[in-house]
């Protein structure tokens, strides 16, 4: 149980456009969702959380129009990054809270590298 | 910031226990320590988490001290699989949820 899932795995696109990563709890609701990033070497950093059917909450120094977020139901959320550069490339990795239990562990998703050429 | 401070690395022998320490100073009351660990290239996985009171499940055990100060992650058994960097997480409450801070982890390896 508590499978999260991203997709796709790995995306490379040109300088400019624009890129939709999905992110789903396969077995259960999930209330809140979380977007991290990762760059090479370095820890994961929260952008932002989602709480289904609301705005997202953008963590300091993260574009809201840059990183857009939608928390459509209680097993989709996507991040579309828009007007992608190079050093918008990255490790992705969301994550979803489970809902209902006490301690609203985050079970995280396997992530979608981004590579904008 | 986090919240936590960590070893950078360590190692141990496989079959061996690893003890990964962690340091929580600030911790409040009500937040609880969690364990993730990341395999390169993966999102983290969930192994254990606590409050006050020592816990066990199939993959670790967790060890806090009785002021909640600091902590212990202990694999019992540590195989070649488990190399990994091990994050210990306090989590904090915000407005309408909860959110975990990240440091920079232990990167653990285990030696044949």
């Known amino acids: 149980g508590a499978v999260v899932s991203q997709h796709p795995s790995r995306v490379i696109c040109k300088s400019g456009t624009s890129v939709k990563i999905e992110c789903r709890s396969l077995?259960?609701?999930?209330?809140?969702m979380f977007w991290y990033r990762q760059f090479p070497k370095q820890s994961l950093m929260l952008m932002a959380t989602?709480?289904?059917?609301?705005?997202?909450?953008?963590e300091q120094g993260v574009e809201k129009d840059k990183f857009l977020i939608n928390h459509a139901s209680l097993t989709l959320s996507t991040l579309t990054v828009t007007s992608a550069h190079p050093e918008d490339s990255s490790f992705y990795i969301c994550?979803?809270?489970?809902?209902?239990?006490?301690?609203?562990?985050?079970?995280f998703g396997p992530g979608t590298r981004l590579t904008v050429l | 910031d986090a919240k936590t401070t960590q070893p950078t690395s360590m190692d141990c022998a496989e079959g061996r226990a690893a003890n990964l320490p962690c340091n929580h100073s600030?911790?409040?009351?009500?937040?609880?320590v969690y364990w993730y660990r990341q395999i390169h290239s993966q999102g983290p996985q969930y192994i254990i988490h606590?409050?006050?009171n020592n816990e066990t499940n199939e993959m670790a055990s967790l060890i806090i001290t009785e002021d909640r100060k600091s902590s212990t992650l202990i694999l019992p058994h540590a195989t070649l699989r488990d190399t990994a960097v091990y994050y210990c997480?306090?989590?904090?409450?915000?407005?309408?949820?909860?959110?975990?801070?990240f440091g920079s982890g232990t990167r653990l390896l285990v030696r044949p």
């Open positions: 994550s979803a809270t489970l809902q209902g239990t006490w301690t609203d562990t985050q079970y």
């Open positions: 077995d259960f609701q999930a209330t809140t």
């Open positions: 989602s709480n289904e059917g609301s705005k997202a909450t953008y």
């Open positions: 600030t911790i409040s009351g009500n937040e609880y």
């Open positions: 606590g409050l006050k």
């Open positions: 997480i306090v989590r904090v409450a915000t407005d309408s949820s909860y959110k975990l801070i």
